[in-house]
């Protein structure tokens, strides 16, 4: 077998149904035997960015590492991807093909060492030199994705590799690691029971998730701790629907993006927060101001990666392991020692029903011209169905919905890119994920963000999925500008706003069906006949940037109670 079979054979055999990628000329003989050997299905976008962000939204829904391709000649496109994938916990196995070995000390088109490129983003990177070494290489590729702290791996493979040939007696998979987690470590005993102990003796305990829980897929282990000792459960955005937020205990989010007043205020006043799969970055924990004095408070934390635990806050107990598996054994051990264990029942619906329709009903003014983000969401909340997926980034078009959408069913249905937070990801993630699940999929975008990627309106149009881009438009970087002028305190910021476009002659260029929002009365008939057109949809909203209307950021809206600007919170 030459390597290009070989490498298909492989991935086939760990289960592989779709590859997100590029074509170019190191690709050419893999391509080759794909089209006369392999059923997996190749999702060709129009940039290498593009496929790396579908890559990572990919495997955040299924629960199986990505397959990411790019040539050498766009191989430095692929790293806002697989940044993000990495310090979001995401298993993406990256092949990258190249000029022939060393042919880059002679100053061959394209070389580059790549190796060195990627060891700093993937849990390790490594170039193939002998066909005899692929199936080795790939089931380590899979296992180091899948195992501990899930995250990319980086395969560099030279051009001349896909055509050599070599005799192989080991193609195998290891099936264990074709879905992530691939081992659910239980945290140490006795700082188990310790924990535990902490938990029933607090007077006013929280736990908050991060998306960890979410990789953990540990919503009924969360829930079965919850529902035991009646505490309340927040997440972070990027941890949003690891339980239902209809569900009596959840407060939603909480901290920084999108967390709403009631929320924030809640773990503030709490006495024991138990952190499970959050690093406590800054936008999960408002610059970690969020709970106040750390002195006042126990803090324990659960985390599969140990340099996590304890990074941010003094823990009275740290948990290096699975979440799922952990929770399952700190409730089996409540059961069996605390049998007669009767807490009181608590329930948050009335809270943040009140706390919503506040928002819903606040009637702030819109500046002229534009439409309430607030009202656009809570259409959306109403007639979203079941098994739809939204994309979001950072701006606008994420701090609405993170506060505003209600995911009634626990599952990562609701995909943003609050690691790294880079602009241009929730188109491309809404690639990956129409491609990893039936239900419609809506995008929310904004125009800062569709100028990196409105060449793969092309890749959304093609592939006659059902997605509708929604694009929330100020003219503006409107996340810039609302740093600068609420807390830098600048009448008007520098290099921030660009001229106006007509998006939607572009995205009917593209074959989009579409519709521009104008008035209130327009968002909930819009909205409900793009979900139900099962192709490629574009909606253009009108929205006030964030100095105008400042959303649910919490230094920002402190600074909007002393300038006297409307805000959300």
């Known amino acids: 077998m030459n390597g290009a079979q070989v490498i298909l054979k492989m991935l086939e055999l760990h289960g592989v149904r779709h590859v997100f990628g590029l074509p170019g000329e190191t690709t050419i003989g893999w391509y080759k035997e794909w089209r006369r050997h392999s059923d997996i299905e190749f999702v060709l976008t129009r940039d290498e960015r593009t496929a790396s962000y579908a890559a990572e939204s990919y495997a ?90 899930p995250a990319p791996v980086h395969i560099r493979v030279p051009a001349n590799i896909f055509h050599e040939t070599a005799e192989l007696t080991d193609l195998y998979a290891e099936p264990e690691y074709a879905t992530y987690p691939a081992h659910r470590p239980v945290a140490d005993h006795g700082k188990i029971r310790a924990a535990m102990d902490l938990l029933i003796s607090a007077e006013k305990p929280v736990i908050v998730c991060g998306q960890g829980a979410l990789i953990s897929h540990a919503t009924e282990a969360v829930l ?48 024991l927060i138990f952190f499970v799969g959050t690093n406590t970055d800054s936008a999960g924990t408002d610059h970690w101001k969020l709970y ?55 329930d948050l619906n009335p809270m943040k029903r009140t706390a919503l329709d506040t928002v819903f009903n606040s009637n702030i003014q819109m500046p002229e011209g534009t439409i309430s983000p607030v009202k656009l969401t809570q259409a959306l909340d109403a007639m979203l169905p079941a098994n739809a997926i939204v994309t979001a980034e950072p ?16 599952g990562r249905r609701y995909i943003t890119n609050y690691s790294m937070g880079a602009l241009g990801y929730s188109v491309p993630a809404g690639i990956g994920a129409s491609f990893a ?73 593209f074959g989009f069906q579409t519709a521009r929002i104008t008035s209130e009365s327009e968002i909930e008939s819009t909205l409900r006949d793009a979900i139900e057109n099962p192709g490629a949809n574009f909606i253009e909203v009108m929205v006030p940037s964030q100095d105008k209307i400042v959303p649910f950021v919490p230094n920002w809206v402190d600074a909007a109670k002393e300038k006297g600007l409307p805000y959300f919170s």
């Not at 959840?250 to 993006?257: D, K, M, N, T, Y």
């Open 292 to 346: 106040g004095d750390p002195a006042s408070k126990t803090f324990l934390q659960l985390d599969i990666a140990e340099a996590h635990i304890g990074n941010n806050f003094p823990l009275k107990v740290g948990l290096a392991g699975d979440a799922r598996a952990t929770l399952d054994y700190m409730v089996e051990l409540i059961h069996r020692e605390h049998p007669g264990l009767v807490r009181e029942k608590i």
């Open 60 to 149: 955040k829904i299924t629960g199986r590492p990505a397959v990411l391709e790019a040539p050498s000649p766009g191989v430095t496109h692929c790293t806002p991807g697989i940044t993000e994938a990495y310090l979001s916990s995401v298993p993406i196995i990256f092949f990258s093909s190249d000029i022939p070995v060393n042919a880059d000390k002679r100053h061959g088109l394209t070389g580059v060492d790549q190796t060195a490129l990627y060891d700093s983003i993937s849990k390790e990177s490594f170039t193939l030199t002998d066909v005899k070494d692929i199936p080795f290489l790939m089931r380590r590729a899979f296992r180091v994705a899948t195992s501990g702290r």
């Open 224 to 271: 079965a701790l919850a529902e035991l000792l009646q505490i309340p459960v927040g997440t972070t955005t990027p941890g949003k629907g690891t339980i239902p937020e209809t569900h009596p205990l959840s407060l939603r989010v909480v901290g920084a993006r999108g967390g709403m007043e009631y929320a924030n205020h809640t773990v503030r006043d709490a006495d």
């Open 395 to 410: 701006g606008v078009s994420a701090i609405y919905p993170s506060a505003l959408l209600s995911i009634r069913e626990a």
């Open 437 to 509: 699940s039936d239900g419609p999929v809506i995008s929310f975008t904004g125009d800062g963000s569709l100028g990196f990627v409105l060449g793969d309106f092309e890749t959304i149009r093609r592939s006659g999925k059902n997605v509708t881009v929604i694009l929330t438009r100020n003219d503006t970087f409107g996340w810039i500008r609302g740093e600068a002028i609420l807390l830098d305190e600048v009448d008007e910021p520098w290099s921030t706003d660009f001229g106006p476009v007509d998006y939607v002659k572009v995205a009917e260029g």
